[in-house]
């Protein structure tokens, strides 16, 4: 993957000096004792795919950060002029509506989009300033919610900022051992925000975990609601990622990944699912609390940053091949999406995990 899709898990893999390398669809095992069969037409090979061209209509290189469906994405391309960043919705039928524009001079960054269906709300800074905006599915009615932001934290994250309850949610460091929480209506008022002790980041909404951004990994999750803690239940040298479903467990041996697990946050349930070639593709784990998404090491990877990519249902235990070559994966919205080709003749490929059958 390229660097600009590398998750925080990954670089601290790096700082601890592993190299691993990616999965081989053939490297994938179920713990002894499982003896589900295998269906004849895996979900996910029935579940919505796409094409995308990598350049807008009028030009300029389209690059998502966030899918509506297989199709209908959301995310930022420069002006034809090339002196402004246009965030904007590209429909189905490649029809675009501009949502924001903002100078280059400016050094713009949209980032950390969110949706719950009918609005998008999304990170927008400048120099060192963020703010919080939503606008209409559609791409109408773009508003400014918050300036308020505080020190934002993301972490490449699907949950860097969350919409619930009517609200959109984020994470801001309080100093170098707490966190805060805050939160503004979708309607427009007042930020809010709690304080937590530690340094924590969002997951599903309520829910904190931390660990993100340093070498230790999840250990201990939280709900700011009831108050409840659950510590991750992991042993010996292992990096897990955790909601409160599951964790992704990289378990480490002295030359390297032994493997990777997929276990409850208590240590129950716990199954390998991929063995001492595999390596994480995306920041989150346990897509949609059912799909990994991981990779298959290509003998070109560390020229050309493109590897295999490959999904495991966790529901029916199959890995499906998703691409033989692939660079900036990510997933947002229960959609994972990836590039192929280079600077002029990018496409950009999605699946949609919604619509894998159950």
């Known amino acids: ?19 691993v390398a990616l999965v081989a669809a053939t490297a994938l095992i179920l713990l002894p004792g499982r003896k589900d069969p295998a269906p004849a037409t895996p979900a996910v090979a029935q579940a919505q795919r796409a094409q995308l061209p990598g350049n807008l209509a009028d030009g300029p290189i389209f690059k998502p950060g966030l899918f509506l469906d297989a199709r209908t ?11 402004q960043l246009r965030l904007v919705l590209r429909a189905s039928d490649g029809k675009i509506t501009e949502i924001r524009r903002r100078p280059l001079t400016q050094n713009p960054v949209f980032d950390s989009f969110a949706t719950d269906g009918a609005v998008i709300a999304w990170t927008e800074s400048a120099a060192t300033r963020t703010e919080i905006w939503a606008a209409a599915v559609d791409g109408t009615r773009a508003r400014r919610l918050s300036a308020d932001t505080g020190n934002f934290v993301g972490y490449g994250s699907a949950y860097d900022l969350v919409i619930a309850e009517g609200a959109a949610h984020w994470a801001a460091a309080d100093g170098a051992d707490r966190t805060e929480i ?12 709690s304080t937590q002790d530690g340094v924590w980041a969002l997951t599903a909404w309520p829910w904190l975990v931390n660990g993100a951004g340093d070498q230790t990994g999840a250990t201990r999750l939280r709900n700011p609601v009831t108050g409840r803690d659950v510590d991750v239940r992991t042993s010996g040298a292992e990096l897990a990622t955790c909601g409160p479903v599951l964790c992704r467990v990289l378990v480490v041996a002295a030359g390297g990944l032994a493997g990777i697990d997929v276990m409850r946050p208590d240590g129950g349930d716990r199954r390998r699912i991929a063995g001492p070639e595999a390596s994480a593709a995306l ?18 990877s560390a020229t050309t940053g493109a590897e295999g990519l490959v999904v495991h249902d ?39 995990l919604r619509t894998a059958r159950r």
């Open 1 to 19: 993957m390229t660097a600009a899709s590398s998750s925080p898990r990954r670089r601290r893999l790096a700082l601890a000096g592993l190299t």
């Open 73 to 83: 994405a959301v995310g930022v391309a420069p002006t034809p002029s090339g002196d």
């Open 182 to 193: 805050r939160s503004v209506p979708l309607s427009g008022g007042a930020t809010t925000r």
């Open 283 to 300: 920041a989150d784990g346990a897509v949609l609390d059912r799909f990994e998404v991981l990779g298959r090491e290509r003998p070109d």
């Open 314 to 352: 966790l529901a029916e235990g199959v890995t499906t091949d998703l691409a033989a070559a692939a660079e900036s994966a990510s997933s947002r919205n229960g959609v994972v999406w990836w590039s192929t080709g280079g600077l002029d003749d990018t496409v950009w490929h999605t699946i949609d």
